[in-house]
T-cell receptor
Framework: GAVVSQHPSWVICKSGTSVKIECRSL??????MFWYRQFPKQSLMLMATSNEGSKATYEQGVEKDKFLINHASLTLSTLTVTSAHPEDSSFYIC????????????FGPGTRLTVL | GEDVEQSLFLSVREGDSSVINCTYTDSSSTYLYWYKQEPGAGLQLLTYIFSNMDMKQDQRLTVLLNKKDKHLSLRIADTQTGDSAIYFCVSTGGGNKLTFGTGTQLKVEL
């Protein structure tokens, strides 16, 4: 149980285009999902907390107009990188919080974004 | 803000025990987690410990928590080549935000 999927797993796009990444909790409902960014050989950096039915809460330094988050249902959150640039190239990982039991966050497999 | 520190690299021989250490600053952490990340992959929850526990054992994994010193360790018994990965120590702060350690890369040699 507690499986989180992400789609796509890898995307290459041209500079200036927008890219949407989906995060789904497959066998549980998640009112809260989190989006992280990970640079090579570095730890995860929390970008934003996504709450179902309300606006996301962004961490300091994260541009909310660039990284659009939508959490339209209890099993789906999307991250859209708008007008992507090469410096946005990174590994994006989402997690979904299972609020039953230990309140554990379960992580998706990640999406590698490469902006040319 | 909260901080979680880990050593960056650990190398052990196959069959030996591995001990990965972690120190954290957030004394309000309710749970402390260990996640495993294999190359190019997402994070896999290995185990967790509740803050009022001293020890938790789960098959080859033993977690020790010294709450007074804010020190957490993960011991992997009979380490195998498949255990080679990056291990993240993670504390939980206010609002259930996770604070990740720097990650310890474990290399298992034959």
């Amino acid at each position: 149980g507690a499986v989180v999927s992400q789609h796509p797993s890898w995307v290459i796009c041209k500079s200036g285009t927008s890219v949407k990444i989906e995060c789904r909790s497959l066998d549980f409902q998640a009112t809260t999902m989190f989006w992280y960014r990970q640079f090579p050989k570095q730890s995860l950096m929390l970008m934003a907390t996504s709450n179902e039915g309300s606006k996301a809460t962004y961490e300091q330094g994260v541009e909310k107009d660039k990284f659009l988050i939508n959490h339209a249902s209890l099993t789906l959150s999307t991250l859209t990188v708008t007008s992507a640039h090469p410096e946005d190239s990174s590994f994006y990982i989402c997690s979904a919080r299972d609020q039953i039991g230990t309140d554990t966050q379960y992580f998706g497999p990640g999406t590698r974004l490469t902006v040319l | 803000g909260e901080d979680v520190e880990q050593s960056l690299f650990l190398s052990v021989r196959e069959g030996d025990s591995s001990v990965i250490n972690c120190t954290y600053t957030d004394s309000s952490s309710t749970y402390l987690y260990w996640y495993k990340q294999e190359p190019g992959a997402g994070l896999q929850l290995l185990t967790y410990i509740f803050s009022n526990m001293d020890m938790k054992q789960d098959q080859r994994l033993t977690v020790l928590l010294n709450k007074k010193d804010k020190h957490l360790s993960l011991r992997i018994a009979d380490t195998q080549t498949g255990d080679s990965a990056i291990y993240f120590c993670v504390s939980t702060g206010g609002g259930n935000k996770l604070t990740f350690g720097t990650g310890t890369q474990l290399k298992v040699e034959l």
